[in-house]
């Protein structure tokens, strides 16, 4: 069945750029999104990527997709203390629901 | 900026018991979602919902589990008879569309289930 996997833990200190990997297997999906979930809050959405897409950039977000290899990564530059959270990657199936990934938790050092 | 509400923010509950979670949707949004994570797993989906009835479900959404739209603003999920494996958060979620431009799903906070 589809599936997404992610690593489950990234360190960054302030300042530096963070990137967060996600591998997917469903070839038919679609779109391929990035939320963010910070403690005891909900899922926010992040930004979204359209499979015919190689990159999308909005303003410190970086989203690269490989298709060939169905890999996703989210650079985040300049990284700041505000981006630690869980950052969930999610790809959209061919029945329009969301597949995750068990996210990846940021701790960003001072 | 418009968002998606759900009340309560926290339900506790005896087994056995049926919950009822609420959700308002965005406005002008008309496919309706339920998702589920149980504390350390995955976000995984529910059921999809528009145009008054069920697009999809997943194996999770079993006959004790039902949605419905009462009115124009409000959509809920009900467990009829809640079991311990039932504890989870549970969110809702929108859309303006279901494939294609607009599709993109909009998440509220979440209602953390109890399950005693």
């Known amino acids: 069945g589809e599936d997404v996997e992610q690593s489950l833990f990234l360190s960054v200190r302030e300042g530096d750029s963070s990137v967060i990997n996600c591998t997917y297997t469903d070839s038919s999906s679609t779109y391929l999104y990035w939320y963010k979930q910070e403690p005891g809050a909900g899922l926010q959405l992040l930004t979204y990527?359209?499979?015919?897409?190689d990159m999308k950039q909005d303003q410190r977000l970086t989203v690269l997709l490989n298709k060939k290899d169905k890999h996703l990564s989210l650079r985040i530059a300049d990284t700041q203390t505000g981006d630690s959270a869980i950052y969930f990657c999610a790809e959209m199936d061919s029945s329009y629901k969301l597949i995750f990934g068990s996210g990846t938790r940021l701790l960003v050092r001072p | 900026e418009p968002e998606v509400t759900q009340t309560p923010s926290h339900q506790v509950t005896q087994m056995g018991q049926e919950v009822i979670l609420r959700c308002v949707p965005i406005?002008?949004?008309?496919?309706f979602y339920w998702y589920r994570q149980i504390l350390g797993q995955k976000v995984e989906f529910l059921v999809s919902f528009y145009n008054n009835e069920i697009s999809e479900k997943s194996e999770i959404f079993d006959d004790q589990f039902s949605v419905e739209r009462p009115d124009g603003s409000n959509f809920t999920l009900k467990i009829r008879s809640t079991k311990l494996e039932d504890s989870a958060m549970y969110f809702c979620?929108?859309?303006?569309?279901?494939?294609?431009?607009?599709?993109?799903?909009?998440f509220g906070p979440g209602t953390r289930l109890t399950v005693l």
């Open positions: 990527i359209f499979s015919n897409m």
């Open positions: 979620a929108s859309s303006e569309a279901g494939q294609g431009r607009n599709n993109e799903q909009f």
């Open positions: 406005s002008n949004h008309l496919y």
